[in-house]
C-alpha cells in the first residue's frame, strides 16, 4: 500500500470516528446503564409543553414558532415611557447633586 493510500487511510478512520463519537454520549450512556441519572428523562417545563405541538418532538426546518399575545408599543405609548425616563433621570441627577448631611454616615 502507498504512503498516500495509507494516509487517506488514517484520515478517513480518524474523521468516521471523530463523526461517529459526535452521534453518541458514551458517559450518559454509561450512567444511565448504572441507574446513576433516574431513569426516565424528566417532562419539559410547562411553558414549553404550552407552546409545542405534541405530535413533534422538534419543530421542522421552515417552520414559525406559535404566534405570541403581545403587540408592538404606538409611537405616542413609546413616547410617554420616553418621558416618565427622563423625569426619573432628572430626579435622580437631583438625589445624586444634593450634599450628603454628615449624620447619615
Do not use: H
Not at 493510500?5 to 450512556?29: F, H, Q
Amino acid at each position: 500500500m502507498s504512503r498516500t493510500k495509507l494516509t487517506a487511510l488514517c484520515l478517513s478512520l480518524t474523521m468516521a470516528l471523530a463523526a461517529g463519537g459526535c452521534a453518541s454520549n458514551p458517559a450518559r450512556d454509561l450512567a444511565m446503564a448504572a441507574g446513576v441519572t433516574g431513569g426516565e428523562p424528566k417532562p419539559a417545563p410547562d411553558f414549553v409543553s404550552r407552546t409545542r405541538r405534541r405530535d413533534l418532538d422538534f419543530i421542522p426546518v421552515g417552520t414559525s414558532a406559535p404566534k405570541r399575545a403581545y403587540r408592538s408599543k404606538t409611537a405616542a405609548e413609546v413616547g410617554g415611557d420616553q418621558t416618565e425616563l427622563d423625569q426619573l433621570k432628572a430626579r435622580n441627577d437631583a438625589k445624586a447633586a444634593a450634599p450628603v448631611p454628615p449624620s447619615s454616615y
